[in-house]
């Protein structure tokens, strides 16, 4: 008889603050199933960067084999967050979650890089922290230094990491609005025609300060529809860039204060955001608060009440309100957080197919991460910048004249890939293009 | 044992630095398969050439260091797991050389997944016949090191019967060539077949050369609930009987049924002690009267209900239930020992009653499901490795299951291999002489023993 089999485990044995749970990272068969999924592991075919060798490591910590090491912790960083593993794990392992739960574990131990501390603390909280550095950049802008730093950016970038950041970041940002939309909505925005719905809209903190006239549109969009929009004043950001790099605490605190925000507004038929980001980090919010006995029950409800927009939108869109034809090609691109956390796949498809005129093209490989990935493409440029390449090749490949996606991230980054690259390609947020249809059929009414 | 860092040098000049890693938390990723069995290594190297491969060859022969190949970790014995030494991960070894439609050939290397392999054949309208359940993410190399099988092999056959030609490396750093491109080849000694199965203790697999079928037009299945587990194994003879060979028949015992039916609530026969997918598949106007006979016969030896699907859409739901099994299992205990035993096809009913006996004398749990057709079950033998009591009963009930194998004429494994976890059984299922041939067989391509020691083997 083989002593293998009758091999006892003997349990956890280290734990420390945010370790995550050791029988849930049991969980793990080691089936190897979610490894060709895992963009990472593609592009390196190494087991560290897969999300298999990633819950190992996290095992060998709990197991007393491994220290949780600055080593360990860079894998886990260069994790995307993507959750295309959780998509195919058959025994349904929260592996992107137990990352994440492993980087907190981490910060607990050896502190955040004080870069985190400033950028993500002070000034990502809210919308309304982020204006002093976006009133900086709107400067910027105007003073017309993109032409004279783009450049100088481009060619020192593979001289040094912290060239290629900035690189990435001067290269992100579109053509900021002159003023966020947060200090510009109204906490009601009334239905157009006759109310049949009122809609909550989580405006988020990158939608609010960069692409204002995505979430106008959205607005709009919803109203034409029937939707009375409720953006309670007052909103935190949803948490995600703070629980992505392993600040639990602060993504706890505002996850609080969101979830008290909008519990105040208990006629809300449902709560829409159109960043795919925030909506899934609020559906995630009961994982967030699970050992928080007065919260959980609280984020369980808002959870439940939140939607992505293309949800909402695949549910209510209105035929009797008009759409013009749009001729274009399109081909979508599908968020991580759309698609793999929150499993929203059909919805944006079937409202896109409610456009007449527009041809829909399959984009390949349509769930692979574009390399955004919340603050990646700024932390890990060089990955970030391979996956993009893939993504702008195959978006090219796919001959369409427009790119549609949902999330302020993949519009940055995808915007970002096809100037550089020189592709032809429009790239558009869904609503957007919806507004664009309905827009043009109103003006060929008043004509 | 350490590494001389005068071998690690040496290493990382043949390789490059970067393909030769130490650090402890790179090693430990490396430290499993698809099983819970767990080992060391002391270094691991990625090579991307067949040169770069007998380079590791060439230094591991002379410093007698063993070497493990590695696909994807997927295998379930254990046979990748390393104990001490070092792994030779061929993951990135993982480019398509060739897809030639007149020879209808691919060569491969040893590091590409099968399901990759099978969407390049796509546009050709050529199949790559063996199917692991794990195609997804297991590699050519280890499925030809493991002669896996899947569930078309009923029809098709195994990963052998699809082998041409090999390049292998041997210990040493020779690079031996067997076999070519065409079917029929009897120019000596079938080598090829020798290193199918060989689970890395021969040599290392490079290139592969494999033979390829056209793309069948279209498929159908049945699904059939059987209240006795015998009606389900007649009926599998009666159909082959009817001149009908069908693409596969996966059986689910009662305990798998009501495991998938407690995860999903489909409406599965709880009460049926098997249920039965048969599949057939080739021309379309042959395949739809075709299930519709094996339905029929299906009926006829007493099953019921019986559901045919002929559309990929209906399908589906009906093989839902098959592709949930293990997930389900994953759900009653947090760990299990997968066996793989293989009997004459018509001794599988009693099998799997011997099983059932056994699972109720040692107090454990142990769903069987398998592709009937070709003998090949799977008991599942649910545990929890926390549990020292209950870890004691799992090996005694491994061990009775084991012995019933071979009084059954049966084999311990169909297509996952020997490995780690089976190796001590292996003198009850050969016998003495064919165990000294097959270790004389190793000296020969391995006079120093280090190709993945300690495998198959009890006292190698
Ligand atoms: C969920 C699941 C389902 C499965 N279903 C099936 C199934 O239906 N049928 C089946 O047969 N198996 C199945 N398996 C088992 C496993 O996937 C197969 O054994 C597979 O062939 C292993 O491939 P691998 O690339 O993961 O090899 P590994 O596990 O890495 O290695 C397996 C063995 O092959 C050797 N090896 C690997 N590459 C080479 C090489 N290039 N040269 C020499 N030796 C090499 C290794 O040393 C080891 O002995 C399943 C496994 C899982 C986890
Ligand atoms: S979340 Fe994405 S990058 Fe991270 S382990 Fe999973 S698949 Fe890989
Ligand atoms: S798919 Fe899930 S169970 Fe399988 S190795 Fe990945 S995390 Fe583990």
Known sequence: MTSLLQQIIPGQQVTGPEFPDYDVLQGCIRCGRCLPVCPTYQETTLETMSPRGRLALLRAVEDGKLDLTSSIADYLYHCLDCRACNTVCPPGVPIGELILDGRAAYAVKAGRPWWARIALDRFLTSARAMEPVMRMARLYQRLGLPRVVRPVLRALKGRHPAFHTLFHMEGLLPRLPSQPLHARLAEVTPAQGERRYRVGFFLGCMMSQVLADVSQATVRVLTRNGCEVVTPPGQVCCG????????????????????????????????????????????EYPHLLRDDPVYYPRALAMARRMRDVSEWLAEVLDDAVPLAEVRCTVTYHEPCHLANAQGVREPPVRVLRRIPGLELRPLPDSTRCCGSAGIYNLTHPEMADRLLEDKVRKIAGTGADTVVTGNPGCLLQIQMGVREHGIPVRVRHLTQLLDEAYARAESSRAR | ??????????????????????????????????????????????????????????????????????????????????????????????????????????????GVVNQTLQDELRPYGLIYPPDPASLYMSTIGGNVATNAGGPRCLKYGVTKDYVLGLEVVLPGGDVLRTGGRQIKNVTGY????????????????????????????????????????????????????AGILPLTTELMDQA????????????????????????????????????????????????????????????????????????????????????????????????????????????????????????????????????????????????????????????????????????????????????????????????????????????A
């Not at chain 2, 009926?235 to 009987?241: D, E, F, M, P």
């Open chain 2, 256 to 459: 798998c049924i009501q495991a998938v039916e407690r995860k999903l609530q489909i409406g599965l026969p709880v009460e049926a002690e098997a249920l039965m997918l048969i599949a057939v598949d080739g021309e379309p106007e042959a395949v739809e009267p075709q299930i519709h006979r094996v339905a029929d016969i299906c009926r006829r030896m007493g099953a019921d209900p019986v559901e045919v699907a002929t559309t990929p859409e209906e399908e589906e739901k009906l093989w839902l239930a098959r592709r949930s099994v293990s997930p389900a299992l994953a759900l009653i205990k947090p760990n299990r020992l997968t066996e793989d035993i293989a009997v004459p096809r018509s001794k599988i009913p009693e099998m799997i009653r011997r099983i059932q006996a056994i699972a109720r004398e040692y107090d454990v749990l142990i769903p069987t499901f398998g592709h009937i057709g070709d003998g090949n079950v799977h008991p599942d033998i649910m545990c929890d490795r926390r549990d020292p009591d209950e870890m004691r009963r799992v090996a005694l009930a491994a061990q009775a299951v084991f012995e019933a194998t071979v009084e059954l004429g049966g084999t311990l494994s169909g297509e996952h291999g020997i490995g780690l976890l089976k190796k001590e059984f292996l003198p009850g299922a050969l016998g003495p002489l064919a165990i000294e041939k097959m270790l004389g067989i190793k000296k020969v391509f391995d006079p120093h023993g280090i190709m993945n020691p300690g495998k198959v083997f009890p006292e």
């Open chain 1, 240 to 283: 995600a860039p703070h629980d992505d790099q392993g600040n639990k605490r602060m993504a706890r605190d505002l996850a609080r204060r969101n979830i008290d925000l909008f519990a105040r507004y208990q006629d809300l038929d449902v709560i829409v955001a159109d960043c795919a980001a925030c909506a899934g980090m609020i559906k």
């Open chain 2, 190 to 241: 079938n080598l090829t077949q020798l290193f199918v199965g060989s689970e890395g203790t021969l040599g290392v697999i490079t290139e592969i050369t494999l033979r390829l079928l056209p793309a069948p037009a279209a498929r159908a299945t049945a699904m059939a609930a059987y209240a006795r587990l015998e009606d389900a194994a007649h009926t599998v003879n009666a159909i082959l009987s």
């Open chain 2, 1 to 110: 044992m350490a590494i001389p860092s005068h071998v690690l040098r040496e290493l990382r000049d043949a390789l490059g630095p970067e393909r030769v890693l130490t650090r402890p938390e790179e090693l430990i990723v490396y430290s499993y398969d698809g099983t819970w069995a767990e080992g060391q290594p002391d270094v691991v190297v990625n090579p991307t050439t067949t040169e770069q491969v007998a380079a590791v060859l060439r230094i591991a022969n002379r410093e007698r260091i063993p070497v493990v190949p590695r696909g994807a970790g997927t295998g379930l014995a254990g046979a990748s797991v390393p104990q001490g030494g070092i792994v030779l991960n061929l993951a990135r070894m993982n480019r398509i050389r060739e897809i030639s439609p007149e020879d209808m050939v691919a060569v491969v290397e040893p």
